[in-house]
C-alpha cells in the first residue's frame, strides 16, 4: 500500500533526510520518501501491518524532530 501524508512543523532538510533513512529501515517499509520543500511524506509498506507501521514510523520521526506532526 502507498499513501501520502502531510508534514506538518518540519523545520530542517537535514532532518527529513534522516528520518527517510531511518524510516527506510523499519520492517516492512518497501520504499518511503520524506520531503522538506513539499511536507510530504509518502510509505509504500505492507498493506496488513499498514497501520501498525505507520505508528512505528511516527516514533521515530519524533526521535529526530520532536515538533513535527504526520497528519493522519
Avoid: H, W
Avoid at 12 to 34: H, L, P, R, S
Wanted: charge should be negative.
Amino acid at each position: 500500500m502507498r499513501k501520502s501524508y502531510k508534514l506538518q512543523d518540519l523545520d530542517c532538510a537535514n532532518c527529513a533526510a534522516k528520518m527517510e533513512n531511518n524510516i527506510k529501515k523499519i520492517d516492512g517499509v518497501n520504499n518511503a520518501t520524506v520531503s522538506f520543500m513539499t511536507q510530504k511524506l509518502t510509505v509504500d509498506a505492507e498493506d496488513a501491518r499498514f497501520d501498525e507501521i505507520m505508528d512505528e514510523i511516527e516514533r521515530t520521526c519524533a526521535k529526530v524532530e520532536p515538533d513535527m506532526q504526520i497528519l493522519r
